[in-house]
């Protein structure tokens, strides 16, 4: 078990791009959360998996966010037509089911749209 | 107001000191509380958990929780430089156990 990682760590987009990220959790937890953190800022919530459902969307998560969870294994997170504001780490967490005991998050996706 | 708040900081404490860090919240109905540290450019790094009102341990940390007043804290005993980071507390709410509100964190700095 090597955690939950992160693919790519960083990526550079000019702006109207789409891009996508990939996220593999931890095998044993069958929660995968999308969280979205800018510089000064804690995360913020955008959305969570339970295996391949996703239960709950932020309103953060406009028309342009897409994240999916096939076979409740990996997960991808697409922006379409990217924007500056887009510009963040795009952080992937898992847990055990009900997230009692908390996250384990992976090393991010730092995203720049130039 | 926001769900969760902290104090931004920096807190600067000597090599061997107490650290305090607090957070409160706004849900009185929150139910489970998080400390994370987060080291510059990294992501954020589980410390500990705490649900009932009081005091939790775990070595060097102290998770304090009191419900009546919205109040959690974390003491760093015998602070080490290693230790400097940015922490944030994070709060479930609403009785939704699926996602966290985060505080911005409050950056410390351990100086030898």
């Known amino acids: 078990d090597t955690g939950v990682s992160q693919n790519p760590r960083h990526k550079i987009t000019k702006r109207g791009q789409n891009v996508t990220f990939r996220c593999d959790p931890i095998?044993?937890?069958?929660?995968l959360y999308w969280y979205r953190q800018t510089l000064g800022q804690g995360p913020e919530f955008l959305t969570y998996?339970?295996?391949?459902?996703?239960?709950?969307k932020s309103r953060l998560l406009s028309d342009r966010f897409s994240a999916e969870r096939p076979k409740g294994s990996f997960s991808t997170l697409e922006i379409q037509r990217t924007e500056q504001g887009d510009s963040a780490m795009y952080l992937c967490?898992?847990?055990?089911?009900?997230?009692?005991?908390?996250?384990?998050f992976g090393s991010g996706t730092r995203l720049t749209v130039v | 107001q926001k769900e969760v708040e902290q104090n931004s900081g920096p807190l600067s404490v000597p090599e061997g000191a107490i650290a305090s860090l607090n957070c409160t919240y706004s849900?009185?109905?929150?139910?489970?509380f998080f400390w994370y540290r987060q080291y510059s450019g990294k992501s954020p790094e589980l410390i500990m958990f705490?649900?009932?009102?009081g005091d939790k341990e775990d070595g060097r940390f102290t998770a304090q929780l009191n419900k009546a007043s919205q109040y959690v804290s974390l003491l760093i005993r015998d602070s080490q430089p290693s230790d400097s980071a940015t922490y944030l507390c994070?709060?479930?709410?609403?009785?939704?156990?699926?996602?966290?509100?985060f505080g911005s964190g409050t950056k410390l700095n351990v100086k030898p």
């Open positions: 994070a709060v479930n709410m609403r009785g939704n156990f699926n996602k966290f509100y």
């Open positions: 967490a898992s847990s055990y089911p009900g997230g009692d005991y908390g996250y384990t």
């Open positions: 095998s044993e937890h069958n929660r």
């Open positions: 849900d009185r109905g929150s139910q489970s």
């Open positions: 705490i649900y009932s009102n």
């Open positions: 998996f339970q295996n391949e459902a996703q239960l709950e």
